[in-house]
C-alpha cells in the first residue's frame, strides 16, 4: 500500500515527541544498554540524519547508523560529551592531550581514524558552527584540527544521539568525509529533571562537580519550550614523576623548584556553564516555527613544560647551558661590562661571577640575570577562558498547492560563535627583564558562522513500491575567523631584546596588532536527493550536490546507497560515494608561536599562513580541499531479540589537510622571518604550516550485535560493538615527514570493542561494560624516539542504581573500575635518554586515557 512519505514524517515526528516525553527512546543501536522493562523491548530507534525521505528504523537505513538513547548517555562518569558518547562507539576515539597548546581547551575526536574535522556536527539537523580552537600539537592525528566544540552540549539536553558512520558530503557539504553526528534536543513540552553528580579519580584527584537539569513547558497550546542546564567544575590531576634536572637543582639547594616541576595531566575546569534551549509551536496547520540555540562558557587551566634555570633559550642561556644568559641594563658597550657566568655549578648561587651580579657590586651593577628573581626555573600555565553561542530559526511545514503539493519545506537561518580567549600565566617576558609581568592574555581567536538553508521534499508516485522520495535545496554559508592582539606585554619587544632575551610571554607570545585580522569565506551550495524503492524489498538512493567557494572554487559530489531484504530477518546494504573537507579559514590564515619538545629540546616554533613567503621558501602553497572516496558494504540480521550488524568500509582521502612536520630554520630562514615581522626570531627553531601533503586509505569493520531476555527475575540486554580500524598513507613527503606518517598510522588502536550486559529490575537496574583497546603506538613528547608498541588493554566500566522512589533514583559507578594503569614509559628511549626528563609517568597516547579509574555517585530528581 503506497503512503506519502511526508504525511510519514509528520506521523513520526509525532512518534518521537511522544517517546521522548516518555523516555522511551533511550536505546541505542551500538551498545545498548536497556535497564527499562520489558514492554519497552519493540520500540523502535528512528533517525533523521543520512536520509532525505521519511526518518528511518536503524534497520531499515542502507548506511549504518548509530543511535545513543538519553537513558545511555547518563550512565557514563564522563564530564563531557565525548566521554559520554566513546563508550557507546568504538570507533570513536577521543585523546585527553596533556601539554598539548590549545588541543587542551577543546578536546579533538575522531571517528573511524580521522581527524576531528572530518566528521560533520549537526544539532536538530542543522551544521554546527567551528570552534576558533586549533590544535596546533594535536598529537599526530588531530595536529591541526578545527572541529566543533562537541563538549559543550549537555546529555541531559538531549532525546537522543544519532552517529552516520558513512561519509556523506553529497547530503550535507564539507566536512562529512568520516560521517555525520546529528545531536537531537529534547522537545517534551511537560515534566523534567535535575541531577547531581560528584567523582573524583582514585588517585584522590580530578574532583568533578557536575549539576545539570531539563524542563518542558507548553508554549502556547500548540507548542513547547525546553530548557536545559548543566554546570561543572573539575580539578587538575597530576600523573607525574620529578624530572631529573630538577631533582638535580633541589639536591643542590636551588630554591624555587616544583616538585614535581612539570605536570602531566587533566586540566582545571573552572565555572563551565552550558544553557540550551529548544522552542518549537504550530503557527498554522501547515507550518511548524522552531529556534534552538545555546550560550556556553567555561575556563580551562593546563601545564606546559618546565623551563630549567641554566638551559632555557632567550631566558637563562643561549648557549645550552655553558654560560648564564646576562643583560647589561645599561645597553652593551656602555659602562662597565658585565661578567661572564659559566655555569659550573647547578646553583648559581655558589658561582663567583654570579655572585658579583646577585650583589649588585661595582663589577655587577645594572647586570641582569632571572635566577635572580626566578632561581628555580618556571613552568607556565597556559589556559583559556572559551564563549560558545548559537541560534538557529526556522519555519517548516507542507505545501498546499501547486506543483509542489503536499510536499514538505523547511527555510532557516543560523550564526554561531566561538571565541577562546587566551591566558598564559608563572611566565616571563624575558626582553622586559625585571620588569616583566608574569601573567599575560595574549590575544583572541573568534570564529563566526552563518548558515542560511531552504530544503523541499515531496513524493512521487510512479508504480513502484511505495512513494519515490525526492528532495532538493540551497544553502549559503559564512565562515568568519578572527584574530584579536593581546596585551602589549605579551608581544612587545623590550630592551633586553638586543642582547638575546626572548620577545613576548614565554611560552605563549602574544598576537601581534600585525598579525591581527579578519577573514571570511563565502561558499553556497545546491543539491538533489532521491529515494527509489524499486520494490518492498529493493531500496536505493541517489544523492548529488554541487558547491561554490569564493576562495577555491566549486566541487560537485555524489552518493548512491542501497538496501535489498534477501529474507524478512536478513537485508545487504552498501554505498559508494564522494566527499570533500574544505579548509577552514583559520587553517588558511593563522600564525602563531608555540614551545614544543624536538628531539628533547625545547625550542620555540612558529605556525605560518601557508601562503607567507617563508611557507612558499619551505615547500608551502594555498590550500585546497580534501577530496576522498568511500565505499561500504554491509548486512542487517534481526530475528527476534537478536540484532547484528556488519559494516565494511573503505575511505580513501587525497591531499589531505595537516600541519606540515616542524622545519628546522637556516640562517637565511630566520632573516627572511625577520622581514616578514615575525617576533622572537632568533630564538625560533622551526616553522610549521598547513599544508596538502599527503593522501591516505582508511579501512575497517563494525560489527554491532544486540539480545534481550528475561533473566534473574528481571529483563536483561547484552549488547557488544566491535570496531577493526586501519589508515595508510598511500603517498606523502619530507613536508609530512616519517613520524608523522608513523602517528597517522599506528597511534590509534586497530583494534576496539566493547561489551555491556544491562539488568533492571523493580527497584534497581545496573550494567557492567567491558572495553578492549588493542595495541597501539605509544608516544611521549611528541618525537618518535620515545615511541613504542604498546599492549593490549581491557578496563570496565560499572553502574548500580537505586529507585528509592517514582521520582528519586541514587546511582554508583565508576569508569576503569579495576584502575587499570595505561602503559608506562619506558625508562630509557631509543636513544638511551631517560624518557623521565620530562616528567611523564605514561605515554599519553592511552586511549583510555593517564588518569586511571573514576568513581561517582549521582542523584537524580525526575518530575
Not at 606546559?304 to 634555570?309: E, H, S, T, V
Not at 628555580?376 to 560558545?388: E, H, K, L, R, S
Not at 613536508?735 to 598510522?745: H, Q
Request: charged share 20%.
Amino acid at each position: 500500500m503506497k503512503q506519502n512519505s511526508n504525511t510519514l514524517r509528520r506521523a513520526i515526528r509525532l512518534a518521537l515527541a511522544s517517546a521522548a516525553t516518555t523516555s522511551l527512546l533511550t536505546t541505542t543501536a551500538i551498545a545498548e544498554e536497556a535497564d527499562k522493562p520489558k514492554v519497552d523491548e519493540k520500540i523502535e530507534k528512528i533517525a533523521v540524519v543520512g536520509s532525505r525521505a521519511a526518518p528511518r528504523s536503524v534497520g531499515e537505513s542502507p548506511v549504518p547508523i548509530d543511535i545513543i538513547g538519553a537513558e545511555d548517555m547518563s550512565k557514563a562518569a564522563g564530564s563531557d560529551m565525548l566521554e559520554l558518547l566513546k563508550g557507546s562507539v568504538p570507533s570513536l576515539n577521543v585523546h585527553a592531550n596533556p601539554i598539548s597548546d590549545a588541543a587542551t581547551l577543546v578536546r579533538p575526536a575522531n571517528l573511524r581514524g580521522l581527524p576531528a574535522d572530518s566528521t560533520l556536527i549537526l544539532l536538530n539537523g542543522k551544521r554546527r558552527h567551528r570552534s576558533s580552537v586549533i590544535a596546533f600539537l594535536g598529537g599526530g592525528i588531530n595536529d591541526g584540527a578545527q572541529g566543533p566544540d562537541i563538549s559543550v552540549i549537555p546529555s541531559i539536553a538531549l532525546k537522543q544521539v544519532e552517529v552516520l558512520r558513512d561519509g556523506a558530503a553529497a547530503q550535507y557539504g564539507s566536512d562529512a568525509i568520516a560521517g555525520v553526528m546529528n545531536f537531537v534536543l529534547k522537545d517534551a513540552s511537560e515534566g523534567g529533571s535535575f541531577s547531581v553528580r560528584q567523582g573524583e579519580y582514585y588517585e584522590g584527584d580530578g574532583d568533578t562537580t557536575v549539576i545539570e537539569g531539563n524542563v518542558g513547558l507548553p508554549f502556547t497550546d500548540n507548542g513547547f519550550a525546553n530548557l536545559s542546564f548543566q554546570y561543572k567544575e573539575a580539578d587538575a590531576t597530576s600523573r607525574s614523576v620529578q624530572r631529573p634536572d630538577a631533582a638535580a637543582y633541589i639536591g643542590a639547594g636551588v630554591e624555587g623548584v616544583g616538585d614535581p616541576a612539570q605536570i602531566w595531566g587533566a586540566p582545571e575546569i573552572k565555572d563551565d556553564i552550558s544553557i540550551f534551549g529548544n522552542v518549537g509551536v504550530d503557527v498554522t496547520d501547515n507550518a511548524h516555527f522552531y529556534m534552538f540555540g545555546n550560550y556556553s562558557e567555561r575556563d580551562v587551566k593546563g601545564g606546559f613544560y618546565y623551563r630549567n634555570p641554566q638551559t632555557r633559550p632567550g631566558v637563562y642561556s643561549n648557549d645550552g647551558g655553558e654560560t648564564l644568559l646576562v643583560g647589561d641594563l645599561d645597553g652593551v658597550g656602555v659602562g662597565i661590562e658585565c661578567p661572564v657566568v659559566n655555569l659550573t655549578d647547578r646553583n648559581v648561587e655558589n658561582i663567583p661571577a654570579y655572585q658579583l651580579i646577585a650583589a649588585d657590586t661595582e663589577l655587577g651593577r645594572n647586570c641582569f640575570a632571572f635566577n635572580e628573581i626566578l632561581p628555580g626555573g618556571f613552568t607556565p600555565n597556559f589556559g583559556g577562558n572559551i564563549t560558545d553561542t548559537s541560534l538557529t530559526i526556522g519555519v517548516e511545514g507542507e505545501f498546499q498547492d501547486g506543483f509542489l503539493e503536499g510536499g514538505y519545506w523547511d527555510l532557516s537561518g543560523s550564526v554561531g560563535r566561538n571565541e577562546s580567549r587566551y591566558f598564559i600565566t608563572n611566565t616571563v617576558n624575558a626582553s622586559l627583564g625585571a620588569d616583566t609581568p608574569m601573567d599575560f592574555s595574549p590575544g583572541k581567536y573568534i570564529q563566526l558562522e552563518k548558515n542560511f538553508n531552504f530544503d523541499v521534499s515531496k513524493g512521487y508516485d510512479f508504480d513502484l513500491a511505495y512513494d519515490v522520495n525526492v528532495a532538493a535545496g540551497l544553502e549559503w554559508h559564512e565562515e568568519t575567523f578572527e584574530v584579536l592582539a593581546g596585551d602589549e606585554a605579551s608581544f612587545i619587544a623590550g630592551p633586553l631584546t638586543q642582547q638575546g632575551f626572548g620577545i613576548g610571554s614565554n611560552g605563549f607570545p602574544g598576537f601581534k596588532p600585525s598579525a591581527a585580522g579578519e577573514y571570511t569565506r563565502r561558499n553556497y551550495a545546491a543539491y538533489i536527493d532521491i529515494e527509489t524503492p524499486f520494490t518492498e524489498d529493493f531500496l536505493m538512493g541517489w544523492a548529488l550536490r554541487y558547491e561554490d567557494y569564493d576562495t577555491f572554487g566549486s566541487t560537485t559530489n555524489f552518493k548512491i546507497t542501497g538496501q535489498y531484504h534477501v529474507t524478512e530477518d536478513f537485508s545487504v546494504r552498501g554505498s559508494v560515494s564522494t566527499g570533500f573537507r574544505a579548509p577552514t579559514v583559520g587553517q588558511a590564515n593563522v600564525s602563531n608561536v608555540q614551545t614544543n619538545l624536538s628531539s628533547g629540546v625545547l625550542v620555540d616554533s612558529a605556525l605560518l599562513p601557508p601562503t607567507n613567503p617563508v611557507s612558499e621558501q619551505l615547500g608551502g602553497t594555498e590550500l585546497t580541499p580534501e577530496e576522498s572516496e568511500s565505499f561500504t558494504l554491509g548486512a542487517v540480521y534481526r530475528s527476534g531479540d537478536l540484532f547484528i550488524t556488519l559494516d565494511y568500509y573503505n575511505i580513501e582521502v587525497t591531499d589531505r589537510l595537516s600541519q606540515s612536520e616542524k622545519i628546522v630554520l637556516s640562517d637565511a630562514d630566520k632573516e627572511a622571518l625577520k622581514a616578514a615581522g615575525v617576533p622572537n626570531v632568533d630564538n625560533l627553531a622551526q616553522v610549521s604550516f598547513f599544508t596538502n601533503d599527503f593522501d591516505t586509505t582508511t579501512q575497517g569493520v563494525d560489527l554491532v550485535g544486540n539480545y534481550s531476555m528475561d533473566m534473574l527475575g528481571g529483563y536483561a540486554t547484552f549488547s557488544a560493538a566491535y570496531n577493526w580500524n586501519e589508515t595508510e598513507v598511500d603517498r606523502f613527503s619530507a613536508i609530512t615527514g616519517d613520524f608523522k606518517v608513523s602517528r597517522l598510522e599506528n597511534d590509534l588502536p586497530k583494534h576496539r570493542g566493547t561489551l555491556t550486559w544491562s539488568q533492571q529490575w523493580d527497584t534497581f537496574s545496573g550494567f557492567v561494560r567491558m572495553n578492549y583497546y588493542g595495541e597501539y603506538q605509544g608516544v611521549h613528547v611528541d618525537y618518535d624516539a620515545t615511541a613504542k608498541t604498546a599492549d593490549a588493554t581491557i578496563t570496565f566500566d560499572a553502574e548500580l542504581t537505586y529507585f528509592a522512589t517514582d521520582s528519586i533514583s541514587l546511582s554508583v559507578g565508576a569508569n576503569n573500575i579495576f584502575d587499570q594503569d595505561p602503559e608506562e614509559l619506558d625508562f630509557y628511549d631509543a636513544t638511551g635518554i631517560p624518557n623521565n626528563n620530562w616528567g611523564g609517568k605514561y605515554y599519553e597516547t592511552s586511549p583510555y586515557g593517564i588518569n586511571g579509574g573514576f568513581y561517582y555517585v549521582k542523584a537524580t530528581y525526575t518530575f
